[in-house]
T-cell receptor, first 116, second 113 residues
Framework: DADVTQTPRNRITKTGKRIMLECSQTKGHDRMYWYRQDPGLGLRLIYYSFDVKDINKGEISDGYSVSRQAQAKFSLSLESAIPNQTALYFC???????????????FGPGTRLTVL | DQQVKQNSPSLSVQEGRISILNCDYT??????FLWYKKYPAEGPTFLISISSIKDKNEDGRFTVFLNKSAKHLSLHIVPSQPGDSAVYFC????????????FGTGTRLAVRP
């Protein structure tokens, strides 16, 4: 029972192509995030959205754009893909009502993107 | 500037023994620290967290220790099991960073049967 889903799970594309990665969640969370994982670099934040009308750049937003179509959907676009955008991409969600305050995030299964 | 560091890229431990994963941070404004576990072909899953006002939090076989003066935290897994073999990420959050999570680079744990 996947609460956070990502499509596609794998994608191979060519330099210069436009790519969209999609994320959907059934957790009812208001906050959504996009990360990329590279070997030896951990998870780095690309964009985040605290609600449908609130979208913010993360530490590595250059070359990416996002759209929050609804509370449950957050898509990431690569307008013109380049080889150094080859990475694992993860979507995550969190609930601002988490009273513990640790901002525990729930991750999707990831999309492996290869740009040739 | 890496605010959260995991200096050991890998760790190998015998089944039944203790696994200790370490994490250092530089930002004294972090309010919470979290550990995530990641298996291949899956997303990271939350494991355990600790508030900056505490020095220990325990959940079954997993205990996290926080040493604020040293800006260091560690995750202890006792006893280690082969199913614990995964990549472990340390993360930190705080109001000063807008509650965003800052992740370390991860440590790959291998538990030998």
């Amino acid at each position: 029972d996947a609460d956070v889903t990502q499509t596609p799970r794998n994608r191979i594309t060519k330099t210069g192509k436009r790519i969209m990665l999609e994320c959907s969640q059934t957790k009812g969370h208001d906050r959504m995030y996009w990360y990329r994982q590279d070997p030896g670099l951990g998870l780095r934040l690309i964009y985040y959205s605290f609600d449908v009308k609130d979208i913010n750049k993360g530490e590595i937003s250059d070359g990416y754009s996002v759209s929050r179509q609804a509370q449950a959907k957050f898509s990431l676009s690569l307008e013109s893909a380049i080889p150094n955008q080859t990475a694992l991409y993860f979507c995550a969600t969190s609930d601002r009502r988490n009273l513990q305050g640790a901002n525990e995030q729930f991750f999707g299964p990831g999309t492996r993107l290869t740009v040739l | 500037d890496q605010q959260v560091k995991q200096n050991s890229p890998s760790l190998s431990v015998q089944e039944g023994r203790i696994s200790i994963l370490n994490c250092d941070y530089t930002n004294s404004m972090f309010d919470y620290f979290l550990w995530y576990k990641k298996y291949p072909a899956e997303g990271p899953t939350f494991l355990i967290s600790i508030s900056s006002i505490k020095d220990k939090n325990e959940d079954g076989r997993f205990t996290v220790f926080l040493n604020k003066s040293a800006k260091h935290l560690s995750l202890h897994i006792v006893p280690s099991q082969p199913g614990d073999s995964a990549v472990y990420f340390c993360a930190a959050s705080g109001k000063s960073s807008g509650d965003k999570l800052t992740f370390g680079t991860g440590t790959r744990l291998a538990v030998r049967p």
